[in-house]
T-cell receptor, first 111, second 115 residues
Framework: SQQGEEDPQALSIQEGENATMNCSYKTSINNLQWYRQNSGRGLVHLILIRSNEREKHSGRLRVTLDTSKKSSSLLITASRAADTASYFCATDRNNFNKFYFGSGTKLNVKP | GAVVSQHPSWVICKSGTSVKIECRSLDFQATTMFWYRQFPKQSLMLMATSNEGSKATYEQGVEKDKFLINHASLTLSTLTVTSAHPEDSSFYIC???????????FGQGTRLTVV
């Protein structure tokens, strides 16, 4: 990817379990955003975390950011089959909405 | 939220022809638009930054003569894939934003298949 790596590349869990995805990036950033993409479709914005923030919550989503390690994690709690999708982190270096995406994690939540 | 519309949603073209993809911001003025490409099972790769009224800025490795970008108005940017080849088959997505610090909105993407 242009920005960094995400791990795992693929994750398969049972409904109700938590899913954690990690993202590492290479350069300094203004903010980092997480997106979801259903197979072959457009992107859905999930959450934005700014470089001066360490943690953010939105519903069942929890995002952390460690700028010293240049990494972020996305936690989805109590997963549902409908959460099955690919998840990408995207970094914005200058707050210009110019995104560099991570390699993505393909999440499969089994009912 | 704001809407960004891409057209067409999918297109099949013959090798050697050119294809134009439109990206429109429907309810806001987009000073900047971005074009991304996504190969199957891969991530999105930023291709270029499109600024209204000026030349596009291309990322390293992206051929500007191959992928022509025009941002003629504050609501429309177009990407033309010239002399398309099968290896250009991909999912192309645009995003648009207004002023610095405002949210970006993505189009629904265009799936290009070159045969």
């Amino acid at each position: 990817s242009q920005q960094g790596e995400e791990d795992p590349q693929a994750l398969s869990i049972q409904e109700g379990e938590n899913a954690t995805m990690n993202c590492s990036y290479k350069t300094s950033i203004n903010n980092l955003q997480w997106y979801r993409q259903n197979s072959g479709r457009g992107l859905v914005h999930l959450i934005l975390i700014r470089s001066n923030e360490r943690e953010k919550h939105s519903g069942r989503l929890r995002v952390t950011l460690d700028t010293s390690k240049k990494s972020s994690s996305l936690l989805i709690t109590a997963s549902r089959a409908a959460d099955t999708a690919s998840y990408f982190c995207a970094t914005d270096r200058n707050n210009f909405n110019k995104f560099y995406f991570g390699s993505g994690t393909k999440l499969n939540v089994k009912p | 939220g704001a809407v960004v519309s891409q057209h067409p949603s999918w297109v099949i073209c013959k090798s050697g022809t050119s294809v134009k993809i439109e990206c429109r911001s429907l309810d806001f003025q987009a000073t900047t638009m971005f074009w991304y490409r996504q190969f199957p099972k891969q991530s999105l790769m930023l291709m270029a930054t499109s600024n209204e009224g000026s030349k596009a800025t291309y990322e390293q490795g992206v051929e500007k003569d191959k992928f022509l970008i025009n941002h003629a108005s504050l609501t429309l940017s177009t990407l033309t894939v010239t002399s398309a080849h099968p290896e250009d088959s991909s999912f192309y997505i645009c995003s648009a934003s207004g002023d610095i610090g405002s949210e970006a909105f993505f189009g629904q993407g265009t799936r290009l298949t070159v045969v």
